[in-house]
């Protein structure tokens, strides 16, 4: 009999104890939101800080390229310095030395080193 009444002793306490605070239900749809917000933050910032400076550079880089004629000094991706020669289509003529031209693809032209119409 006093088995029997420690056990229901021990059972009307452990009713009596407080239960540990449940969380705070978010509200309808909240979780939902942030589940769907993060990956478009995400996004963005790759946007932001991979694409749209890229774009830019290829952008810029198409400029200088339609604008390069003979008498430019270039350098090539190669680290080769020469002036255009000639103008193709798809491809510059490059003199790299006395009596050497090579055919570059416009694509392989770094930079620009000085432009034919400048004096220094």
């Known amino acids: 009999m006093t088995k029997m009444v420690l056990s229901a002793a021990h059972l009307l306490l452990a009713q009596a104890t407080a239960p540990a605070a449940a969380p705070v239900p978010a509200a309808p749809g909240q979780s939902q939101a942030m589940g769907f917000l993060i990956p478009v933050l995400f996004a963005a910032a790759f946007y932001f800080l991979l694409i749209a400076p890229q774009a ?3 952008k810029e880089h198409d400029k200088m390229l339609a604008a390069l004629q003979a008498g430019d000094e270039i350098v090539t991706t190669g680290g080769l310095f020469g002036v255009i020669a000639s103008v193709k289509d ?14 570059l693809g ?5 930079a620009v080193i000085k432009a034919a119409g400048d004096k220094k």
């Open 106 to 110: 416009k694509a392989f032209v770094h």
């Open 90 to 103: 798809d491809r510059f003529v490059v003199r790299i030395a006395d009596n050497t031209k090579v055919e």
């Open 56 to 58: 830019k550079k290829k």
